[in-house]
């Protein structure tokens, strides 16, 4: 969210690094999604954790067909609910302990 913070979409493509960070980002995010337990994944069945783990593998190996279009829509529209889903399921999990 903080690197295409300020961007407008032609800007973003334009900025090679900041696609690429951005990329980058979506990765990790991606991958750790993997992380938590089932049980977790299961009390948000609302979230489309397939879809989100698949998605480092399309950033990985079919770098050549993700379009930036993609990546700043992942980066404005979904991680910033995703990111709210997140912080209620550690908020869960502080009041469980």
Do not use: C, K
């Amino acid at each position: 969210m903080e690197f295409v913070r300020g961007f407008q979409f032609d800007d973003f493509v334009a900025d090679r690094r900041t696609v690429y960070a951005t990329t980058r980002a979506l990765e990790i995010v991606s991958e750790a999604a993997r992380r938590p337990p089932a049980s977790l994944r299961e009390s948000r069945r609302d979230l489309p954790w397939r879809a989100i783990m698949g998605a480092g593998n399309v950033y990985r190996h079919d770098y050549e067909d993700v379009l930036e279009r993609a990546i700043w829509r992942a980066a404005r529209e979904d991680v910033p609910s995703l990111l709210d889903a997140v912080e209620s399921m550690i908020g869960t999990l502080d009041r469980a302990t």
